[in-house]
């Protein structure tokens, strides 16, 4: 896979930066992700994204095969597709890099849009699933809106605040540094906004889990 190329600083290149901002570029470079990135090489890309397609996934499948089973499941086929994501969610950051490169073959076959389509189109059409709530499903799946990727988001976000979820996995996956760390803004007023992002973050996913409990205690069971 190609890559951006890069300076003496070791980041990449920028064409919107001049080469002395190395604060600026740091910073852009902490907060964008691409697979263009000369940071990670192409198995540990493919691992990243594994560990954020994986729960979208599931979501997904989880959904289109409790409504095709529903009879005797407990919770509706849009709750089981939640707990199954958020399952997966904390999957990914636990199998750390040996568990996520097992998984790469699978992700790699069932993450394929066009099969994901194919997939809601015959569960509307069949009856399987209203074509609403096939629709809809899908849409989670592929704009990552899960509730298994928001949490293996926050995840990464937390150990690593100053940076987007990807490299903050990418991070804590593979026990690495970036060249761009060195020049991210240190000072005061700086650490205590990362703070504060990262105790705020932790208070609406605390949020999160009680409206999910809420909701599935108020629509969540079958019948």
Request: hydrophobic share 50%; glycine share 8%.
């Amino acid at each position: 896979m190609p890559q951006c190329q890069t300076d003496k600083t070791g980041m990449a290149v920028s064409a919107i930066f001049k080469a002395d901002a190395v604060e600026a570029r740091a910073h852009a470079e902490s907060q964008y992700y691409s697979l263009l990135n000369p940071y990670l090489n192409d198995i540990q890309k493919g691992i990243v994204e594994v560990w954020f397609q994986l729960p979208g996934m599931v979501f997904f499948y989880a959904f289109a095969v409790a409504s095709l089973v529903k009879v005797g499941l407990p919770l509706k086929p849009v709750f089981v597709a939640i707990y199954a994501s958020l399952a997966a969610g904390v999957l990914v950051t636990r199998v750390g890099y040996t568990g996520l490169m097992r998984l790469l073959p699978v992700v790699s076959i069932v993450q394929n849009t066009p099969v994901i389509l194919s997939a809601t189109v015959i569960t509307g059409a069949t009856g399987i699933a209203q074509w609403g709530s096939a629709i809809g499903a899908f849409l989670v799946t592929v704009s990552s809106l899960s509730p298994g990727v928001m949490y293996a988001s926050a995840w990464a976000e937390g150990l690593h605040p100053r940076m987007i979820n990807k490299y903050g996995a990418a991070k804590e996956i593979f026990r690495m540094t970036y060249p761009f760390e060195k020049y991210l803004d240190q000072s005061e007023p700086s650490k205590v906004i990362v703070k504060d992002r990262v105790v705020g973050g932790r208070v609406l996913a605390a949020l999160k889990v009680i409206l999910l409990v809420i909701a599935t205690i108020k629509w969540g069971a079958t019948g």
